[in-house]
């Protein structure tokens, strides 16, 4: 109610003008728009095995659309993975609002492992959403945000971001750029949207100062059963991390050993 009262206040205001006096508001860039999934791909993203299996067929949101995705396993490492996956962008308002939820319900579990960061990094972070709703839980951390999208330029110049980085944790500059940098280190739900999932996830670690913390959701707002890497804790293991979490669960948190 009060989010529609303010919306009608606003628009009822007199247009800013333009002049020496008016406060200069940085510019906005537009956003192309995104397409719903990415290509179809005949391996497993987490092993490479080509060994996929359908399990659910037909599972994507747009019954009857051209590229319907659906869900697979690899028959070697097991990993259950939408395909062609679902690239990030515009939601449903019923699926931006589990969305919504679950990222107060992970900056809440953060809140609990690690109360105070100074510095997060949000991997994937689109326009920011994320550290919009983590900055009630976390008042006096500095969140940066990371995209492959111009969308986190868009969230810095609303100050939803201190920093912006347009690339992938992968890419070679910005992963020197970040290195050792941050307290925290979130992804939610880009795993499953990324052609290399264990690249990703060994650049998070390193952008991490040790003793820093992960977190990694996995949570498919479209689904009641994980679409996840099975060995996601496995690997956290193998590079040198504590798992805080349990080991079926969607929202994985961790913490980078010294
Ligand atoms: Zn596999």
Not at 39 to 68: E, M, N, T
Not at 203 to 217: E, S
Request: aromatic share 6%.
């Amino acid at each position: 109610m009060s989010y529609v009262l303010a919306y009608a206040l606003v628009s009822c205001r007199e247009p800013p003008v333009s002049g020496p006096s008016a406060p200069s508001v940085p510019p906005v860039p537009s956003v192309p728009p995104v397409p719903s999934y990415g290509p179809y791909r005949q391996d497993c993203p987490w092993c490479g095995s080509r060994r996929l299996r359908v399990r659910v067929r037909g599972a994507g949101p747009r019954q009857g659309a051209p590229h319907r995705s659906q869900i697979e396993r690899c028959a070697d490492c097991r990993h259950v993975f939408r395909n062609p996956p679902l690239t990030p962008g515009p939601e449903r308002s019923l699926v931006r609002a589990g969305v919504r939820l679950r990222h107060g319900l992970a900056a809440r579990a953060m809140s609990r492992r690690c109360p105070e960061p100074e510095s997060w990094l949000d991997v994937g972070t689109g326009d920011a959403d994320f550290p919009l709703t983590a900055r009630t839980h976390f008042p006096y951390t500095s969140f940066d945000g990371l995209d492959p999208t111009h969308r986190v330029l868009r969230a810095r110049a609303v100050e939803r971001v201190e920093e912006a980085f347009v690339g992938r944790l992968t890419d070679r500059h910005i992963a020197a750029r970040l290195r050792g940098r941050y307290d925290v280190v979130s992804l939610f739900q880009y795993l499953e949207r990324v052609p290399d999932p264990r690249a990703e996830l060994r650049a998070a670690l390193g952008a991490l100062r040790p003793g820093g913390h992960l977190l990694v959701d996995v949570a498919d707002p479209r689904r009641l059963f994980p679409v996840h890497p099975v060995g996601l804790n496995a690997e956290l293991v193998a590079q040198g991390c504590t798992v805080l979490t349990g080991t079926r669960v969607h929202r994985v948190i961790a913490r980078k050993d010294a």
